[in-house]
């Protein structure tokens, strides 16, 4: 199947034709391919995620890799890292291997697993890394998600294990013994509530700790979903130093405050917790600005009986996928620049780069995140810019229903997605 995109805005380039073909992005006649009238579209390189829970094997009631494969090519995204907190734990050979093979007979997302850095996510030896790194799913990056690797020992030693492959250790930075029994952000509308406080120091003291940690090593760290205004300015410090960090943000950060939880609805339990609008202003300043290299999505599938209950009981996480783009439209648009009609004041380029080139980078996934140019891999996706839609959680492609934007109504949207030169999503919905 080949298909012409017609007068569609490339970056870089102005309005253009685009054919696709083979699998590339082709230059020459048309001949009978299927043709998309684009006016009007924005075509980007796939979106790739750093931080997707797809919950296979294990919680499939809640999340598949076929279905969490679906919602991402909604979302426009052509490649997702699977992070490793499944039952049994990707920490073996065996499952990320799995996962890796599930996500290719899916075929909507290149799917590419993340290892577990200590064995069962328990932070106590680590896990077989090298055999993992080996493996068919080629594993680059490792992350204990949803713990923290809190024992510096080891985590010196998982960084200097990965520092021969030039691996990646992503950090879920939170000091266990300041978040013990925490609910939400510690602050104001927590002591209003009654509620168990998450400090930002929680967050903060780990990412200090591992940038000099890192920098001792020589070895890479990631990050994942900064959420404080300090952890800002303890990363932009080991930039300065040239430490070898990239750190992420997660669009529920960049757009929703602890005020949320004032509702008791859980949905909008999340971990790290909603933050303060300073710290969701800090976060959109260093996004725009590079200290956060990437916008990743944490997307969390859980199931009804595990989100529609008491708060306390609720386990935190939230859907992202599908919705990652427009909420990163609106988070960047509602200051400084403005999206205009039409998309008209969104800096493509940084969009792009934040949702695509660097975490297409950080993972080593180098057939996505590129160019689009005669030649390359026709990994692509078309947005409407000037669309305006209201999120409406019974027509999520997911298998759960935990999106914390049900009845906002958010700008932008994927129109059409090609993994390989194969459509994923044609007229706003799922191929297959
Ligand atoms: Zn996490």
């Not at 990437?294 to 992202?320: F, N, Q, S």
Request: charged fraction near 25%.
């Amino acid at each position: 199947m080949s298909f012409l995109i017609k007068g569609v805005s490339v970056l870089g380039k102005g309005k253009a034709d685009l054919l696709i073909r083979d699998g590339v992005i082709a230059e020459g006649g048309a001949g009978n391919a299927q043709v998309i009238d684009a006016d009007g579209l924005v075509a980007l390189p796939g979106l790739v995620d750093l931080h997707t829970h797809l919950r296979e094997p294990g919680r499939e009631d809640a999340e598949t890799v076929e279905t969490g494969s679906r919602a991402a090519a909604l979302g426009g995204y052509t490649a997702v890292c699977a992070m490793a907190n499944t039952s049994p734990v990707a920490d073996t050979a065996g499952v990320v291997e799995q996962v890796y093979r599930l996500g290719r007979e899916a075929g909507l997302v290149d799917v590419q697993p993340i290892g577990a850095v200590t064995v069962g996510l328990a932070g106590e030896r680590l896990a077989e890394l090298g055999a993992m790194a080996t493996s068919a799913a080629q594993v680059r990056i490792f992350s204990d998600d949803g713990h923290c690797v809190a024992d510096p020992r080891l985590m010196r030693r998982a960084l200097e294990y990965v520092k021969a492959f030039d691996g990646v250790i992503a950090q879920h930075a939170e000091e266990p013994r300041l978040t013990e029994g925490a609910q939400m952000h510690e602050g104001e509308v927590a002591t209003r509530l009654g509620l168990t406080g998450w400090p930002a120091v929680a967050e903060e003291a780990i990412i200090a700790r591992d940038v000099l940690l890192a920098e001792h090593v020589g070895s890479r760290l990631h990050v994942c979903h900064v959420s404080t205004a300090g952890s800002v300015e303890v990363l932009r410090h080991a930039k300065a130093r040239g430490v070898k960090v990239t750190a992420e943000v997660t669009p529920h950060h960049l757009l929703l405050t602890d005020e949320r939880a004032t509702s008791y609805d859980p949905v909008f339990k999340v971990n790290p917790p909603l933050r303060t609008a300073a710290d969701v202003e800090a976060l959109r300043a260093a996004l725009r600005e590079g200290v956060i290299d990437i916008v990743a999505t944490d997307h969390a599938p859980h199931a009804v009986e595990d989100k529609e209950c008491e708060w306390g009981y609720a386990r935190p996480g939230m859907l992202g996928l599908e919705t990652a783009l427009s909420v990163v439209l609106d988070a960047l648009g509602s200051s400084a620049g403005g999206a205009g009609a039409g998309g008209a004041g969104v800096d493509w380029d940084l969009i792009a780069e934040r949702m695509s080139r660097a975490p297409a980078r950080i993972a080593g996934l180098t057939e996505h995140g590129r160019d689009i140019a005669p030649g390359a891999p026709a990994n692509l996706t078309l947005v409407d810019p000037a669309a305006r839609r209201r999120i409406d959680p019974g027509e999520s492609a997911s298998r759960s229903r935990n999106t914390p934007y049900a009845g906002m109504t958010l700008p932008g949207r994927v129109m059409a997605t090609f993994l390989r030169g194969e459509a994923t999503v044609l007229d706003g919905k799922a191929v297959k």
